[in-house]
């Protein structure tokens, strides 16, 4: 029993060390995305055109609280805060859908810095970092080096 568990091992271990061989061979890398992404200059930009605009809206949503309060007419007051609460769903949503589709561009662009780095080092396949349990090569600094 025990000199067939062992001969098991040893065969597993040899298996894992031809298919990271076969990996090498093949040129497969992997990255550390959001590695990658938190080190986009790209991101750090849109970060911060997002954060002015939400000061934007929060400048917004202070002026409308001012304009109610200073309203005593109970309708009146109600129809502003409708006013507004529909102005501020409008802003919200027009801010986020833009946020999402810049995001979008930033991701696709990191994409595309991977791919063409990828296909420079010579690699015909590059998997996600969260997927790789063990072997094939990091070329995520070489791709922050990019992106930066």
Do not use: W
């Amino acid at each position: 029993m025990k000199k067939s568990f062992k001969l098991l091992m040893i065969l597993s271990a040899v298996t894992c060390g031809l298919l990271f061989n076969e990996a090498q061979a093949a040129g497969i890398a992997y990255v550390d995305i959001p590695k990658v992404v938190n080190s986009s200059s790209q991101l750090k930009t849109l970060q911060k055109s997002h954060q002015a605009e939400l000061k934007e809206l929060f400048a917004f949503v202070d002026k409308a609280r001012k304009d109610v309060a200073k309203v005593e007419d109970t309708k009146k007051k109600q129809e502003l805060e409708e006013k507004y609460g529909k102005q501020l769903v409008d802003k919200k949503n027009k801010i986020d859908e833009a946020y999402s589709k810049k995001l979008k561009s930033v991701e696709d662009d990191i994409s595309k810095v991977i791919e063409q780095k990828a296909k420079e080092l010579g690699y015909d396949m590059v998997l996600s970092k969260s997927v790789v349990l063990y072997g094939t090569t990091d070329i995520t600094d070489d791709i922050i080096k990019v992106v930066k």
